[in-house]
């Protein structure tokens, strides 16, 4: 970069030289032979600027769809931000191995985004050590990427400082998608509470929904994680705290809590009865969906509600006359309503310094992202171009009817968008579809009995080294519990385990953190 900095600066005094030359003698040479002086256009266009190279990014972001998109989107962007951008796509599914390689290797990009919350976790310690560019004392410089809501960057901030711009989500998107046709055709309405929820997925399980005389239906399709499955769902509606809560004055874990073993209970005594497909453990997120939209279950429940709209279309495809609907205030044993809150984000940018070399590099990777989060590149981005992929329609978005072209061409880079509608200026969706209207209202709903997680902005070196294989015996024993492989006794062994292996210190680390 610097090299590069001292060619240009080389060049413009050489330029300099000849033009000072060519002011002095072209004046004599004038008046010697009676040419005519330079005329004013001229004069202009000779102080014209070069206009200046494009800025050359590469970003590494996960895939979340099958193929890896063509440059539709990619080829405006650039145009519009005067950037020459490699965008480099990993499959979702082993993206966190691939983050760990060329974090091992030294081989990240300039711009690098995370996987999820946990990603970040792991990142801590590296942040820490230095190995990221701090951004916060930049951000005020750019207009657009100061507007970022300071909430939310506190809850991605290390030891106070701020290495990261986030990917806005609204805080609490969890609910159940539903079969309303079987609900309707069995006279069940949405579940006010846990005990009818059980009784919704019995009743699809037990009474032929789907009219075709065989018991082959199920009330819920789950799928093998514990917070973005039916799981941690289902679990705030029990009561349950979100992640950590305070007990006998003192933040503990979720999992210390009685409310986790009723929520264990619940699922282990839907399997057992059949209400539930039998190995949710092992089940992925493909998989669970293909059995929902193929009319095999009738609850896909966590996750987000905004799903509805993909969930419809390929239903639809096999049972043109189904009909889903949204619902997600169900009452826990205590007749109190919770929803677990994300801390408002769902995923990151971090900046390698081993990519970016110094602060005019960084600068410009921060310039590139501010334009980004203009009203117009937001879309371009998030919707896609305007005509081709999405219209406009009373001031929203409505996608249009090729959802196979939006989904190869807009929907990689939708998951990269900078912000959130607030904060980037991007139209809100326009929605036609009853149940999606009903999950965006619901949205709302669950705010305002939203959970927050205490832990979000604080610190535990040892969760940071730890954390992740840590909570890993926790989630076997979980699903061991679930299963029936192991009685309580056994799993409140495994706590115990937790506590002795570092958790015992984890929790002494949180509490310090927040008593300062």
């Known amino acids: 970069m610097k090299k590069r900095s001292f060619t240009i600066l080389l060049t413009a005094l050489l330029t300099f030289s000849v033009m000072l030359a060519g002011c002095s003698g072209g004046n004599n040479s004038n008046k010697a032979t009676g040419d005519p002086a330079p005329t004013q256009t001229a004069k202009a266009e000779d102080k014209t ?17 099958s193929e890896t998109p063509p440059d539709t989107i990619k080829k405006e962007i650039e145009k519009l931000t005067n950037t020459k951008l490699t965008y480099q796509f990993f499959p979702a599914d082993s993206y966190e191995e691939k983050l760990n390689t060329a974090f091992a290797t030294g081989s990240l990009p300039q711009v690098t985004y995370l996987k999820n919350q946990s990603t970040f976790v792991q990142m801590k310690e590296a942040i820490k050590d230095g190995q990221f560019w701090e951004i916060g004392p930049y951000l005020s410089e750019y207009p657009n990427l100061n507007k970022l809501k300071p909430e939310i960057l506190n809850n ?30 069995l006279g069940l309405k949405a579940p006010a509470n846990v005990d009818e929820l059980f009784a919704m997925a019995k009743a699809f399980t037990e009474q032929d929904p789907d009219g075709n005389g065989q018991k082959d239906t199920t009330g819920i399709a789950d799928r ?87 969930l419809n279309k390929d239903l639809i495809k096999n049972f043109p006359d189904a009909v889903l609907d949204t619902h997600s205030m169900v009452a826990g044993p205590d007749g109190k309503f919770a929803q677990w809150m994300i801390p408002g984000y769902n ?17 410009k990777i921060l310039a590139f992202f501010d334009k980004m989060m203009t009203p117009e590149l937001a879309n371009m ?20 009817d090729n959802k196979e072209l939006i989904e190869r061409e807009v929907k990689p880079f939708k ?102």
Request: charged residues 25%.
């Open 347 to 363: 995923n990151l940018v971090l900046f390698p310094k081993s990519a970016v070399k110094d602060e005019a590099e960084l600068k």
């Open 156 to 185: 991605t901030k290390v030891e106070g400082k701020l290495y990261s711009l986030y990917i806005g989500r609204p805080l609490a998107r969890q609910g159940m998608i539903y079969r309303k046709d079987w609900a309707d055709k």
């Open 381 to 400: 981005m998030f919707w896609g171009i305007e005509g081709t992929h999405y219209t406009v329609v009373e001031g929203k978005a409505k996608v249009g």
């Open 49 to 65: 600027p070069a206009a200046e190279e494009p800025a050359a990014i590469t970003i590494m972001l996960p895939l979340n769809t």
């Open 224 to 310: 093998n994680e514990l917070v973005y499955g039916a799981f941690k769902t289902v679990s705030s509606w029990f009561g349950t705290p979100n992640t950590w809560g305070t007990k006998d004055g003192q933040l503990q874990p979720e999992f210390t809590f009685p409310q986790y073993i009723d929520t264990m209970d619940f699922f282990k005594e839907l399997r057992s009865g059949g209400y539930m497909n039998q190995d949710f453990a092992a089940t992925s997120k493909t998989d669970a969906v293909n059995m929902f939209t193929s009319g095999k279950a009738g609850m896909y429940i966590g996750g987000s509600m905004q799903d509805i709209d993909s």
């Open 415 to 516: 998951d990269s968008v900078i912000g959130e509608s607030e904060t980037n200026g991007m139209y809100e969706s326009y929605n036609t579809l009853p149940g999606r209207i009903h999950a965006e209202e619901l949205l709302k709903e669950n705010v305002k009995v939203g959970v927050p997680d205490p832990t979000a902005a604080l610190d535990s070196a040892t969760y940071t080294e730890k954390g992740v294989e840590l909570q890993q015996l926790i989630t076997d024993a979980t699903y061991k519990y679930m299963y029936g492989q192991i009685d309580k006794a056994a799993f409140e062994k495994a706590v115990e385990d937790w506590k002795s292996r570092g958790g015992s210190k984890i929790i002494e680390e949180y509490n310090a953190a927040a008593a300062k």
